[in-house]
């Protein structure tokens, strides 16, 4: 007979309190790869929205690819959303090093952002260490879309000018919930887990506070994009501009929209995840040194995953709406 996971309130049972009962002034750090694919430009143009809306406060965000395109990326999107001063982390040592072949980076960094072709950009563990030593206690939450590469090495970081506190520790003191789009439920392949296996694993096995994951099959029904694309007459947004451009040539004979994968995991970690998706769990996520990844609804961890509640159109409205926001601040 299969197994049957049931769906449960997303609570830190140590804390005593529902981590989907978001404040109107989250604090987040947001980790992408921001290039092999471009669904991370409407993740962030998301995360800026709802900040503009008063809903979150940006801490920093921090590239997981170690492609030298991928930080100016995404400092090009903070700059347009009036955020260039923003912290920025360039990947850790071992992360991925690539981008789409279509060469959408190259295109949006040259255009909007040339001064940033070479910039030097901080270490993203040190700016993990020094914007969560900063934070209250339990008041952080992180997501990552990316590659789970600067998370691993966050844990194995030792104490600094920042913190007197090992990585894990840390963590464990100022971070109230992980959001991850990561793996494919109940089990699979995914991209962000497989391309950095080891990092992936490392960081599900010992992350010592709650993560909610948003799988490969959430946001690859949720179809985006289409309307942002021709949002902009005055080709002056990047958003925009990435999404013209690689609707057209992300894919041979183009695309109409784009899945949402990123964007759900952002949507989640600022708004109440029960108010568009099933919250399952707790049980536990683990990695095989492949990258392979399976869900054990009998292990009790505090690991959860979405599935859909709504139809579809809903929650594709709802982001294609945060995506077309223009910066107020």
């Not at 008063?54 to 920093?60: R, V, W």
């Not at 960094?109 to 209250?136: C, I, M, T, W």
């Not at 007459?233 to 925009?240: L, Y």
């Not at 109440?272 to 990258?291: H, I, M």
Request: proline letters at 7%; one cysteine or more.
């Amino acid at each position: 007979m299969a197994s049957v996971v049931l769906l449960t309130p997303f609570v830190d049972r140590a804390a005593g309190r529902s981590l989907t009962d978001s404040s109107p002034t989250a604090a987040i750090i947001f980790d992408t790869d921001m290039g092999p694919d471009y669904d991370d430009v409407g993740a962030l143009a998301v995360l800026h929205a709802l900040a503009d809306s008063g809903e979150c406060t940006i801490l920093a965000t921090v590239a997981s690819d170690a492609h030298p395109l991928v930080a100016p990326t995404i400092e090009v999107i903070n700059r347009y959303f009036k955020r260039g001063d923003l912290p920025i982390g360039r990947a850790s040592e071992g992360a991925p090093d690539f981008v789409a072949s279509n060469g959408w980076n190259d295109s949006l960094v040259y255009r909007f952002g040339p001064d940033l072709v070479n910039k030097e950009y901080p270490r993203a563990v040190d700016v993990y260490r020094q914007a969560l030593a900063d934070q209250p206690d339990g008041s952080v939450t992180i997501v990552t879309v990316g590659f789970l590469s600067n998370l691993s090495a966050l844990l194995q970081s030792e104490a600094d000018a920042h913190s007197p506190l090992n990585g894990v520790d840390l963590v464990r003191k100022k971070v109230k919930q992980l959001v991850a789009m990561a793996g494919a439920f109940p089990n699979g392949i995914e991209f962000n887990v497989i391309e950095h296996a080891g990092a992936a694993a490392y960081t599900v096995d010992n992350w010592p506070t709650p993560i909610l994951f948003s799988g490969f099959e959430i946001g690859s029904r949720i179809l985006t994009g289409a309307a942002v694309a021709k949002s902009d007459a005055s080709g002056s947004c990047p958003v925009a501009s990435a999404y013209a451009y690689n609707l057209r040539t992300f894919a041979p004979g183009g695309e109409q929209s784009r899945p949402s994968w990123d964007q759900t995991a952002v949507l989640v970690a600022v708004r109440d995840a029960e108010r568009y998706f099933y919250v399952n769990g707790p049980g536990a996520l683990s990695v095989a040194s492949d990258g392979t990844n399976q869900w054990n609804p009998d292990e009790d961890r505090p690991h959860y995953f979405l599935t859909h509640k709504y139809p579809l159109p809903v929650i594709e409205s709802t982001i294609e709406q945060l995506m077309l926001h223009k910066p107020t601040k």
